[in-house]
C-alpha cells in the first residue's frame, strides 16, 4: 500500500436492515478505475466515513470475486455507527482500505474447517462462510457453530438453511434464551461443541465474537488436540488510523489494525483472557 | 569515542555555525530559556542562547539555576525533545467538502518544504527521533505529516558533558555521546567547541566554518566529560527488561503505584518516543466542510482503548501497566529495541515525581513477587 492518504468517495447503492440495529450498506467507489483496481481478502475491514462525523472500522463481508461492489454489515451503537444507519441509498460516504490480514482461507484448503461466533450476528466470519460456500469443493468437513443472546438476535435464517444443506456440512446453533419458534438448541454454544466433526489434527478453526466467548471455544479446541497455531481468531479493538500509527488498537507488541485483525492463537496467548491489554 | 570531533571552534565563532545555517535557507532552530526551562525555538543569535544556564531536574521537579560560566550547553534537557518539531501535536490529515449534489470532495493539504535546522539536539533525542521514523515510516504506509517535516531537518547535536539527577542513557545504550543520525555534533570545552561532521551536509557546512585542527588535548578533554558525564548517571537494571515485565502483570505495584498516579498523561506528553494520537472531525458550522485531524494522545486517557461501549483500562494501574509495559517490553515486540531513551524526561515532568527507574526496580525485587 502507498502512503496513507485521504479516503476514496462511495455511494451507497442499496441499503438492508437485517435487524432492528444491524444493517448492510453495499458501496460502490465512484471512481470506477478505484473500484476496478479494488481488492481484498475475506477478514480484511476498510475505515469507512462519515462527513463531518468521522471514521469507523468495518469489516468487509461481500466476496472477494464480486469487483463492483463492497457490502459492509454495521451494528448501530456509537456516535459514528448510528450516524450510518441514518443514510439512504445515494448517499456519499468515504472509504480507505482494505487494512489488515485476512482469514488463511488457502492454508485452510483440503482440511476440515470450524467456524465458531458468538454473540449478535458475526460479519467477519459470514464473509468466511460465504467464500467457503462458493468453493465447497477445496475444502473436507464444513462445521459452522453459532451462539445467539437470544433468538431474536438471530439474523441471515434463509443463509443459515442453505449452508445447513451443502455437503458435508454441519450447522448447529444455539440461544441463550428462544422463543417458542427456535427450534434449535437453547443454551450456551459451548454445549454443542461435542458435535462438532472435525479431525484435530487436520483442521483450521476460525472465529469472532465476545472474547470470552472466544476463550471458551479455544480451551475446548485445545483439549481437542488442536494445535494453538491452527486456531485463528478475529480481535476488536480501538481503530482510526488502519495502518499501525495511531496506537489505540496494540494488543501487547501487536498492532490489531496491521498485525491482524486475524491472528492465530500462538501470537495472543500470552495475554489472551487477561483484562486490560 | 571514535567520533568525537578533529576540527575546534573558537567559543567567538559560535554565531558563524548560526549565519552558515541561515545563508542556506535553514529556519533555525535552538535552546531558549522560556517559561522556567529549555525550549526549542526560531534562534538566530547566540545572544539567545542559554548562556550559563543548568537545569536542575529532580522528580517532579525542574529548575533552571545560573552558574555564572560562559557555557551555552551545559543544560540536558527542556520538556520537549524533536518530537513536536516531526510528529507534531495537531495536524490536518485531510479535508473534505460536500457539493451541492451529496458528492464529497477530498483534499490532501500541501505539506510546507522549508528547511530547518535544529542546533543542541541530545544523543536521546536522536535515539528517539530513529525510533518515531521506524514507527511513522518505515511501515507499509509512511505518515504523510511525517515524512515533509522529517524530511527537511538539519540536525546539529550536542554531545552531553555534564548529566542531569534524571538522565540514565548510558544504560540504555542511548547517549551521553551522539553516534548516529545527526548531521553535526558539538562538545563545548572551556575555550570552544570540538565539532565533528557525520553527513555530506554537515561536512559542507563544517567546511564554512572558520575552524582549526583540534590539538591532542582538546580531543582528550572532550572524551573525559563526555565519560564523566555518563558515570554521573542513574541506571536502568537492563537495556531488555521484556520478560522480567511481562512475567510481573499482576505484581502489587502497579496497584500501588496507581493511587500515586493521577492519570494525566504528562509523562507521554513529555516522553521522546510516545506515538500515540488520536483522529477527529472538526467540521464546519454550515456541515459543508470538514478537517480530519490527528492530535497527540495518551494512553492514560480513558478512551484509549474504548470500543463499543466498553473501556479496556479503565483504572489507572491497568493504563500505568500499559504504558510502562510497551515501553520497556513489547516495545521490543516491535521495533527491535526499548521504547525508553534514558531521558528522565516522563520522571522530572510527573507531577506527583513516580520515578520509571524506581518502578522498574521495585518491580524487580524478588520478595514482593508474586
Known amino acids: 500500500?502507498?502512503?496513507?492518504?485521504?479516503?476514496?468517495?462511495?455511494?451507497?447503492?442499496?441499503r438492508v436492515q437485517e435487524s432492528p440495529s444491524l444493517f448492510t450498506l453495499r458501496l460502490r467507489l465512484t471512481d470506477a478505475s478505484l473500484q476496478s483496481a479494488y481488492s481484498f481478502d475475506p477478514g480484511q475491514f476498510n475505515m469507512l466515513y462519515l462527513h463531518g462525523v468521522g471514521e469507523i472500522a468495518i469489516s468487509i463481508v461481500s466476496d472477494p470475486r464480486e469487483a463492483d461492489t463492497i457490502d459492509h454489515t454495521i451494528r448501530a451503537v456509537g456516535r459514528v455507527s448510528k450516524g450510518f444507519a441514518a443514510l439512504k441509498t445515494g448517499d456519499r460516504v468515504g472509504l480507505r482500505g482494505p487494512f489488515g490480514r485476512g482469514w488463511p482461507l488457502q492454508a485452510a484448503e483440503q482440511h476440515d474447517v470450524v467456524i465458531i461466533t458468538g454473540g449478535l450476528g458475526c460479519a467477519p466470519v459470514v464473509s468466511v462462510i460465504n467464500y467457503v460456500s462458493q468453493r465447497r469443493e477445496?475444502?473436507?468437513?464444513?462445521?459452522?457453530?453459532?451462539?445467539?443472546?437470544?433468538?431474536?438476535?438471530?439474523?441471515?435464517?434463509?443463509?443459515?438453511?442453505?449452508?445447513?444443506?451443502?455437503?458435508?456440512?454441519?450447522?448447529?446453533?444455539?440461544?441463550?434464551?428462544?422463543?417458542?419458534?427456535?427450534?434449535?438448541?437453547?443454551?450456551h454454544a459451548t454445549d454443542l461443541f461435542g458435535q462438532l466433526d472435525f479431525d484435530p489434527m487436520n483442521t483450521v478453526v476460525m472465529m469472532c465474537g465476545p472474547e470470552g466467548m472466544m476463550h471458551r471455544a479455544v480451551q475446548h479446541m485445545r483439549k481437542a488436540g488442536v494445535p494453538a497455531a491452527d486456531i485463528w481468531l478475529s480481535m476488536e479493538r480501538n481503530m482510526q488510523c488502519g495502518t499501525g500509527h495511531c496506537g489505540h488498537c496494540q494488543y501487547g507488541?501487536?498492532?490489531?489494525?496491521?498485525?491482524?485483525?486475524?491472528?492465530?492463537?500462538?501470537?495472543?496467548?500470552?495475554?489472551?483472557?487477561?483484562t486490560g491489554f | 569515542m571514535e567520533n568525537v570531533a578533529d576540527c575546534f571552534l573558537a567559543r567567538p565563532d559560535l554565531q558563524q555555525l548560526f549565519d552558515a545555517l541561515l545563508a542556506r535557507d535553514y529556519d533555525v532552530w535552538g535552546p531558549v530559556a522560556r517559561d522556567g526551562s529549555i525550549v526549542f525555538e526560531s534562534v538566530e543569535s547566540v545572544d539567545m542562547l542559554p548562556v550559563g544556564l543548568i537545569d536542575q531536574q529532580d522528580p517532579g521537579a525542574y529548575r533552571?539555576?545560573?552558574?555564572?560560566?560562559?557555557?551555552?550547553?551545559?543544560?540536558?534537557?527542556?520538556?520537549?525533545?524533536?518530537k513536536p518539531m516531526v510528529f507534531r501535536p495537531?495536524?490536518?490529515?485531510?479535508?473534505?467538502?460536500?457539493?451541492?449534489?451529496?458528492?464529497?470532495?477530498?483534499?490532501?493539504?500541501?505539506?510546507?518544504a522549508q528547511k530547518r535546522a535544529v542546533v543542541g539536539v541530545r544523543a536521546c533525542d536522536l535515539a528517539a527521533l530513529y525510533i518515531h521514523d521506524r514507527h511513522f515510516l518505515q511501515g507499509e504506509s509512511p505518515e504523510p505529516d511525517y515524512r515533509a517535516q522529517r524530511q527537511r531537518l538539519f540536525l546539529v547535536a550536542v554531545n552531553c558533558t555534564r548529566a542531569g539527577n534524571q538522565c540514565f542513557c548510558a544504560s540504555t545504550g542511548d547517549g551521553p555521546q551522539a553516534r548516529y543520525g545527526y548531521d553535526l555534533a558539538l562538545t563545548e570545552l572551556e575555550q570552544g567547541f570540538l565539532v565533528h561532521a557525520h553527513s555530506d551536509a554537515g561536512r559542507e557546512l563544517l567546511s564554512a566554518l572558520p575552524t582549526r585542527a583540534a590539538t591532542a588535548a582538546e580531543v582528550s578533554d572532550a572524551e573525559k566529560s563526555v565519560r564523566v558525564a555518563a558515570e554521573q548517571q542513574r541506571a536502568l537494571p537492563s537495556r531488555d527488561l521484556r520478560d522480567a515485565l511481562l512475567e510481573r502483570l499482576d505484581h502489587p505495584r502497579w496497584k500501588e503505584t496507581a493511587e500515586r498516579c493521577l492519570g494525566c498523561g504528562n509523562c507521554t506528553a513529555v516522553c521522546p518516543t510516545c506515538f500515540c494520537n488520536q483522529e477527529m472531525d472538526q467540521p464546519s458550522l454550515d456541515g459543508g466542510h470538514s478537517e480530519h485531524v490527528r492530535q497527540w494522545d495518551s494512553c492514560f486517557s480513558p478512551d484509549h482503548g474504548y470500543i463499543h461501549g466498553l473501556r479496556l483500562r479503565e483504572d489507572t494501574a491497568g493504563q500505568y501497566r500499559q504504558w510502562l509495559t510497551h515501553k520497556l517490553a513489547t516495545w521490543h515486540d516491535q521495533y527491535g529495541r526499548s521504547g525508553c531513551v534514558g531521558c528522565g524526561r516522563c520522571i522530572t515532568w510527573c507531577p506527583v515525581g513516580i520515578d520509571l527507574v524506581e518502578e522498574v526496580q521495585a518491580l524487580l525485587r524478588e520478595d514482593a513477587h508474586g
Request: net charge negative; hydrophobic share 40%.
Open chain 1, 1 to 14: 500500500m502507498a502512503e496513507r492518504g485521504a479516503p476514496m468517495e462511495a455511494e451507497i447503492l442499496d
Open chain 1, 138 to 187: 477445496r475444502y473436507a468437513r464444513l462445521n459452522i457453530l453459532q451462539g445467539v443472546k437470544h433468538s431474536a438476535d438471530f439474523i441471515w435464517r434463509e443463509r443459515y438453511d442453505r449452508w445447513r444443506a451443502l455437503p458435508d456440512t454441519r450447522v448447529l446453533l444455539a440461544a441463550d434464551a428462544g422463543d417458542a419458534l427456535w427450534p434449535w438448541h437453547i443454551g
Open chain 2, 64 to 82: 533552571l539555576q545560573e552558574t555564572g560560566n560562559e557555557r551555552v550547553f551545559d543544560w540536558t534537557n527542556g520538556p520537549q525533545a524533536l
Open chain 2, 90 to 112: 495537531e495536524v490536518t490529515l485531510w479535508e473534505v467538502a460536500r457539493d451541492a449534489a451529496g458528492g464529497l470532495r477530498f483534499r490532501e493539504p500541501a505539506r510546507p
Open chain 1, 253 to 274: 507488541g501487536m498492532f490489531v489494525c496491521k498485525d491482524g485483525p486475524v491472528f492465530p492463537y500462538d501470537r495472543l496467548q500470552s495475554l489472551f483472557g487477561r
